[in-house]
């Protein structure tokens, strides 16, 4: 059963091959027996999940439609979930129930999909290893040596060992498409404002975006189309026309018009990644796309756009972790000070301490003008870059990531980490949509191509991953020794 | 040496939204501690602001009534600080792109001369909670029911010269608030709280003074008193060679008594920066023309009509108009009784000085104003005197009924009935024989005065109740002719 996709579990279900009951403690039977090894799961919601799917046995009696009816998925740690402990992979929340559940949550409820558990993650999404996880880092079912990538790294990992149908994610930098790269997996990060952000703890507001991890592409539409809402909990989510995801998967993309950036295959990219992505841009253009040269010219100065306005961001998103209401206080306090500086130094992780004092100085008298100011110009260029692109082309192609998955603390000067996601940054940057789709193996390891398109572009985008899918079997890869 | 006090002031106004700023609780006064604070008041991880509408339209509001620029463009900013009052860590406020831009707000001052004060800008944000430091054994307790409550921060350009002033304008931005119905205007519990900035310099000099800031006035006597002795202050540490040092002070009106809260060097950098979860708040002509359209009479023009329909002077129409409350009174009171003048001497007379004493304000009268025009009636009909009123609106202030009722009640009527009146007047002659000599010897220019006499005792006998012109014609007429 898990290796099925969700479009063929959905099947199954409807067939009675298996009822959702039997489907969830087949997949709780393999998050007790594997996840040992993984780690990508920080809380597993068993009796939630037996729960759901007998109540959606119930639906699926009186032939429900619903394509998540059933189905199994995890929640990346990052969403509320109203009385089940949301900890953001973080120590400082490590006690934290929510009174609510995120939007997301509801959503994918309403459709009656079964919620296993929450995901394992860098902590408050602030990394692309999952090593800043307070619950330990979490390890690529392709290679344990390795790191899955991050901060999604749990739902990636649990995708990838077939211990979870599929399940949610988020990208502020990539944190989406670069674990969906290292893990062999189908990655989407929607446009910014597509699905709504309420219930989701934030990093960077302004970045933010839900998304998901599935084995393939007709999957991540099944599941988007059930998170994608207008919700007025979230002043940001956008009311733009929800599209059919599946409905167009199937269309013919020749006369497709691809934009391959030029500054996305220089120096860093690994020969091998770079070798698998050209062949698949060859694989696109059998299906029928023309491939033309682009060019992103400011594409250098992303990662440092980024890493201004991010942490500037997150200093003030994390100030309400300060002890005093919930989450993680300090033993006796001396006084208020106290508890206030060491609630949030021993609360939080050296990598989020890291980054709330450099948005902290970048936001400070005297330096917001060169900092803050001048990335917030610099984002402009950036979104320009795209705009001007895609008046020639329709959508952008390139490598998700510089090479495969890399091995645990190999990358421990944190700018040689911030640089892992130097192709997805810009893309959030410019609030636009972007995939990840495996596209090879080099050294037994997966390879991600990333699709970038327009706003509100998911459909073509998924329906050209589809086709992609359709043509390869590389989705279809599994990890060694996942049973 | 001559010095020039040179003020401006930052006034906090709490808008009389139901809701909060960015979310549903209610802003109710005086509800136990944190039963109006939801997870988003709360800053729990997840949660997001949605902005109430209605807020934007009381600062429109507030804006096109001091003739301001109404930024179509305004932007939340967020103010970093941490306090245990403010859960998200930040202030969401205003500070680059506020919603109302300059405006001018022209005061009346007493003695008839009039005074303009520019209006820097007027931004929206959210309040914080309350930090309860008594009763928790040496711990603070926090209630966050008044946190998120929407504010609109008043800044003005320091264009007062002294306290009367100061007190003056802020008199009127209480008038001005209250009579748009967008601030409840009760002042001891925070819905207008008076930042005062206060520097001197030498006259004829043109740079300002070091100033210093004395936070959160909550009534305009511990303004008044504040200002002065800040004033004081500054001047003798100047006079004896000292300098002034930029601060924060609090004034105690309690104790009267005033202290240094923190120095410039101590004060935070408040690191503003957009509000990522809050996209640019962008208002459109044709919503503002329709809040113009909607805005109520503005006080001034209430004077205007109050001088020129109704006939009040100047200082009745400018005292009946400052407050919302006190205006509505009026209006009833005349438009039921038909006496505009004898309805403002009555509010400004006898009710303001009852109330006053009771320490409570015109919505808590006691008698209505339908009351007050019923016994108005009753003195314009003749069907009592003055001084007659005075004690039906004493029976009526403690509560015994309406004019009619106790005047029945307590036959209060007045004589006006001739036969009556002669026979109490033909008593009074005959058993006064001496006097009425007197008066009949008397010349001319002396008579008046001796009448007083004859009409004591005839209003004695009646009890007060007598008409009073009734029996001087009568009285005069069996005096002249003997």
Redesign the interface.
Known sequence: MHNLTIAELAKGLRDKSFSSVELAQHFLGRIQRLDKTYNSYITITEDTALAQAKAADERLANNDDSPLCGIPIAHKDI??TTGIR?S?GSKM?DN?L???D?TVVENLATTGAVMLGKTNMDEFAMGSSNETSYYGPVKNPWSTDCVPGGSSGGSAAAVAARIAPGATATDTGGSIRQPASLCGLTGLKPTYGRVS??????F???LDQAGTLTRTAEDSAIMLQAMASFD?????CIDHAIPDYCASLNNDISGLKIGVPKEYFGEGLNPGTEQAVRAALEELEKLGASIKEVSLPHSHLAVPTYYVIAP??C??NL????G???GYRCESPKD?EDM?KRSRGEGFGDEVIRRILVG?YA???GY?DAY?RKAQQTRRLIKQDFMDAFKEVDVIVGPTATSTAFGFGAKKDPVAMYMEDIYTIATNLAGLPGMSIPCGLVDQKPVGLQIIGQDWDEARMLNIAHQFQRATDFHQLAPQGIE | MQWETVIGLEIHVQLATKSKLFSASSTTFGAEPNTQASAIDLAMPGTLPSPNEEAFRFATMFGLAINADINKHSVFERKNYFYPDLPKGYQTTQLAEPIVGAGIVTVQLEGGSTKDVRIHHAHLEEDAGKSLHEDFHGMSGIDLNRAGTPLIEVVTEPDMRNAEEAVAFAKKLHSLVTSLGICDGEMSQGSMRFDVNISVRPYGQEELGTRTETKNLNSFRFMEEAIEMEVERQIEVLESGGSIRQETRLYNGDTKQARSMRSKEESNDYRYFPCPDLLPVVLDDAYIERVRQQLPELPETKKQRYIEELGLSAYDADILSGDAATAQYFEATAKLSGQAKLAANWIMGDIAARLNQEEISISQSPISAEQLAGLIARIDDGTISSKIAKQVFESMWAGEGDADSIIESKGLKQVSDTGALEKMVDDVIANNQAQVDNYRSADEKKRPKMLGFFVGQIMKASKGQANPQAVNEILLKKLNDQ
Do not use: H, Q, V
């Open positions: 969403f509320c949301t953001c929340l934290f929510a009174p609510y995120a952000r309420w219930g989701m703890i934030a960077a507001s302004s007025n909990k979230d002043s940001t500037a961001e200093s003030a100030s309400r972790f300060d005093a209401r919930y208020l206030y902290t936001l400070s008298a917001y803050y």
